[in-house]
């Protein structure tokens, strides 16, 4: 998938991303070029219509169906476009990027690149003076998922791919967040605090309690870690019209637990501080009953 401009504001140009949306809902994510056309079961649409438009237009196919045409967010291309490996949702991505605290010009280490939704959002968020280094152990996913960063990254220059083993270290020093999504990042621990400044954040997405609780075990072993928390983010999305307003009937129940963790200077012989208050020192406070 070839990407024309990344930034999702604008007429329509040859190369960029359309998302066409038909009256049911469905969504079709094409690439624009000036001799191809969009080709479905409610007709044709030649790209060359698409071309030169404005954003929220409804274009006519050769069947007279009318489809939506927009530019896709984040999140829409993220779930509409092809994928690899099990991709980030939306509602885990937003709270990685607050939760990681990345910020524009930092530097971020993050693995694997799988299908790319992650690497997109880190990028976005370092901006142009920011840079990522995403560490990936499969050819066969490098591939697909850099297809879908060039597709939508806005800085692809602030972007170096490392074809390598995170377990068996990190390159860079001195990176202002290290960002995982592979199975264990307990093996990654050691690596992610000689690679982090002083202050820096770790944080790791992971599908199952047994994987947080290992690498919990190990951030807490580790005695350059401290505030360890870990997190699960569930959206429940709702439905509203005139006559009903009530949650939808089916969500996404579970994806993954995001844990983070601060380099701190090493402990010496002191237990961790926890980022939360313990449900003990609440109690003395007199805030838990
Ligand atoms: C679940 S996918 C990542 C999905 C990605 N975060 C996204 O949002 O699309 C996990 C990726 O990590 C890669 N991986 C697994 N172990 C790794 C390691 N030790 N070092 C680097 N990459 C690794 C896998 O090949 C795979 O591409």
Redesign the pocket.
Known sequence: MAGGSSIPRGKFQEGDLALLIDRKGRRYLVTLKSSGSFQTHVGVLPHSEIIGREQGESLRTSRGQGLLALKPTLAEF?LDMP??????YPKD?GNILVLADIFPGSTVV????????????LLRAVGESGSVVT????ED??AK?MA?VRAMAPHPRTHTLRM?????GIQEKDVDRVVL????PW??VRWSAEALVAGGIFLS?LPTVLQVHQLVLALTEDSRFQMVETVEVLLRPWNVTERSVRPVHRMVAHTGFITTARRCAPRKGALSVQANASEDALQEEGSVE
Do not use: C, H, K, W
């Not at 994928?83 to 980030?88: D, K, L, N, Y």
């Not at 993050?110 to 959002?121: C, D, H, P, V």
């Not at 390598?164 to 068996?168: A, N, P, T, V």
């Not at 999504?181 to 264990?184: A, F, I, L, N, T």
């Open positions: 993220v994928r690899g490996a099990q991709v980030i991505l993050e693995a694997g690149l799988g299908s790319g939704a992650l690497t997109i959002a560490y990936e152990v499969r996913m490098a998922g879908n390598g083993d995170i377990y068996q999504d592979v199975p264990e093996q990654a997405f």
